[in-house]
Nanobody
Framework: QVQLQVSGGGQVQAGDSLRLSCTAS????????IGWFRQAPGKEREFVAA????????YYADSVKGRFTISRDNAKNTVYLQMNSLKPEDTAVYYC??????????????????WGQGTQVTVSS
C-alpha cells in the first residue's frame, strides 16, 4: 500500500502560480500512474491531470491545458503539479491519487486506488 502526502496549497491572486507536490511513502511511486483531481465547494471531484509511471506521457483536463503542468521525479518519489495563470475558478481542494493500472488517459475517480489528503488552493480575483 502507498501513502500519499500532498503539500503546496495556499491562497494567491489571479494570475499567480503555485506548485503542488505529492510525495509517496510505503511503496515506490514509479510503480503507479498518478493523477491530480480537485473538488470545489458544492461540486463533484473533477479530474485535472495524470502522468504515466515513467513520466513520458501526460493528460490534462481542457480547463487547465496550457496552464498546468504535471511532472514527476521518481528518484524523489514525488509528483508535481505546476499551476500557472491561476484563475478564481481554480479554487478547490486538490488531491493526488495513485493507480496500479498502467496508463495516463485516466480521468475517472474509480481508476485510482490510493488518495492523498488534499490541499486547499484559493485564488482571489
Amino acid at each position: 500500500q502507498v501513502q500519499l502526502q500532498v503539500s503546496g496549497g495556499g491562497q494567491v491572486q489571479a494570475g499567480d502560480s503555485l506548485r503542488l507536490s505529492c510525495t509517496a511513502s510505503g511503496r515506490i511511486l514509479s510503480y503507479y500512474t498518478i493523477g491530480w483531481f480537485r473538488q470545489a465547494p458544492g461540486k463533484e471531484r473533477e479530474f485535472v491531470a495524470a502522468i504515466s509511471w515513467s513520466g513520458s506521457s501526460t493528460y490534462y483536463a481542457d480547463s487547465v491545458k496550457g496552464r498546468f503542468t504535471i511532472s514527476r521525479d521518481n528518484a524523489k518519489n514525488t509528483v508535481y503539479l505546476q499551476m500557472n495563470s491561476l484563475k478564481p475558478e481554480d479554487t478547490a481542494v486538490y488531491y493526488c491519487a495513485a493507480s496500479k493500472v498502467t496508463g495516463w488517459r485516466m480521468p475517472q475517480n474509480y481508476e485510482y486506488d490510493y488518495w492523498g489528503q488534499g490541499t486547499q488552493v484559493t485564488v482571489s480575483s
